[in-house]
């Protein structure tokens, strides 16, 4: 499985497996014109079976604005990948993640926007490999 983080600029990615319910930052990429090639590549390469995409919701769990942008960005990648493509609540991964990274890290080191997608990716994933195969 493939989990996606997806902002403007940036998708952050992870990799995790159903059996092991093990899910790891894997990178981020560009949300650019290269994008779907670029993760066709990692689909291939990972045997991707499902990709699931982080459904933002405000602190009440209502869907926002910006839930509707991923929606209508997954609707269009699914015309464009194999795999098929599932939701999950996203709230909070990103403070979640960053908090990670600073326990995890040096802290002098800066944390870069993109380590913390790839872990938010990651938290996605964990919850819905927990959701699912719990």
Do not use: H
């Given at each position: ?25 894997m ?18 390469q ?29 609707k ?20 979640g ?38």
């Amino acid at each position: 499985m493939l989990a996606l983080d997806v902002g403007e600029r940036r998708i952050g990615v992870a990799v995790g497996d159903s059996e092991v319910k093990i899910a790891v930052p894997m990178t981020t990429l560009d949300n650019d014109d290269n994008f779907v090639l670029s993760l066709n590549k990692i689909i291939i390469q990972k045997n991707v079976e499902r990709i699931v995409v982080g459904l933002p919701r405000n602190s009440i769990g209502e869907e926002t604005k910006q839930s509707q942008i991923v929606r209508e960005f997954a609707k269009s990648l699914q015309s464009q990948v194999s795999p098929e493509i599932v939701f999950q609540d996203e709230s909070l991964t990103s403070v979640g993640a960053e908090q990670t990274l600073k326990q995890i890290q040096d802290s002098k080191k800066p944390i870069s926007k993109a380590e913390v997608d790839a872990r938010a990716a990651a938290i996605i994933l964990t919850d819905y490999l927990e959701a699912n195969f719990g």
